[in-house]
């Protein structure tokens, strides 16, 4: 009889040791809130924000409060092409590396695909959340992107979206 209930109480202690360590186990694998804080603000609390360009290849423009390129980003696979060896953009106007950027979706050729019959469009898309430097401030960037696509006789039209 002694046996029998020292046997019990052994797989008792076996079992809430397994679950005290399982539940540990489970629990380790996400760090204390004081551990490795992650920073989640949306751009407007940053004072700043992105900008989509979108031809076919997709590049997200990120811009600090007074409207200076913090960094891009490629969306899809031509748009990481297109940015893969393009550097100083970091502290420019967002204008500028709008217009460079699609100079060189240009140089690559993507303006010269036609996508069922017509011109490919250029969409500058405002992401939800951001700020606006000034108030003309995606209007001026896609006179740029007008300015450049006359002179170079394309027949891109240029579509502006403000997604709030």
Known sequence: MRKKHTACIVAAMVCIGLTGGLLTGCSSGSAPATENPVSVQTASE???GAI????NPEIEIFYDADGLVTKIEGENDDGRSVIADYEGYTG????DVVRELVTRIHDAGYFVEETEGEARKI???LEKGSVLPEKDFLNS????VESYTAAEHLNSPVNVYDDD
């Open 52 to 55: 989509l360009l979108k031809v």
């Open 123 to 125: 969409t500058l898309e």
């Open 141 to 144: 960037i896609a006179a740029d």
């Open 46 to 48: 940053e004072g700043g």
């Open 92 to 95: 420019k106007s967002c204008r």
